[in-house]
């Protein structure tokens, strides 16, 4: 069985649904509420576990968390690593959803922040190749350690470096797959937010900027551009859906992309099941009730 580690963040997320956007200053009234399990970690964690990976995750939570625990244990992730935080309570983000499916999320990072270098497995990578995957929604000293660790380990590094902040050229280097979108890919070579397919494209072409192996961003509905040194970066188109909730389906893309590369998919393969993952969880409203499991994935699909 592919086996996976995640080193991140457990959520609860407290998801508005709205007509519009607030804008600065401005009061709406929601049309709906709902609350459900998130954090970026936890969402990978789930997304990949729902394709059929072994998956464990680390991370910190509050005393509160009991549900969210269960919640993780019963999608198949293994939660022996998730710390419970006597001090602080688990992560919350305030998720705000318009009617086109787009959204808005402030985290208050809560034990989360308190995730410590100390946290980490002494083995992050169990096995030549396991996939360990990162994101940002805790501190860069446990991303920069769990990447070097990983890679020292031989793992296959996978950093969604969201949300988005610098990363040291020495932790870059030991990533094998960077997933940033494009906000996140214009904060990491300091550049303005390019526009679409083209504005990446030509971004990319100053890989030599960014040290790790190959960039994979994530273009929403414009599915994903795949980069890979010495090689012209490759549009993967995602299929139309009608989208309900884009929240998520970063996190969905991540633990399919895991998914595949733990069972030694080739990238370009991953990131096209991938783009295909991500396209299927904005269908429905919420970060990780939505998200795909292998045989609806799957169905018709070569892999
Ligand atoms: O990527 C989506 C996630 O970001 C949400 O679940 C929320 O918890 C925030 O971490």
Redesign the pocket.
Known sequence: MPSITVVG?V?R?LVLTVAELPRPGETVLAHGFVEGP???GA?QAVAAARLGAEVRLVARVGADAGAILRTLAAEGVAVTEVRTDAQAGT?I?S?VVDRAGENT?V?NPGANAALSVDDLPRQLARTQGEVVLVQH?IAAEVVAAAVLRAREQGGTVVLNP?PARSVAPEVLAAVDVLVPNLGELAALLDAPRPSGVAGARELLERGAELPCAAVLVTLGADGALLKQPGRPAVHLPAPVVEVVDT??A??TFCGALADSLARGADLAAAAERAVRAAALAVTGLG?QSSMPYAGQLDAGAAH
Do not use: L, P, Q
Request: hydrophobic share 35%.
């Open positions: 963040s959520n997320d998130g954090g970026k969402n992560g983000a998720v999320i985290v929604e969201a929240v998520g970063g996190d970060a």
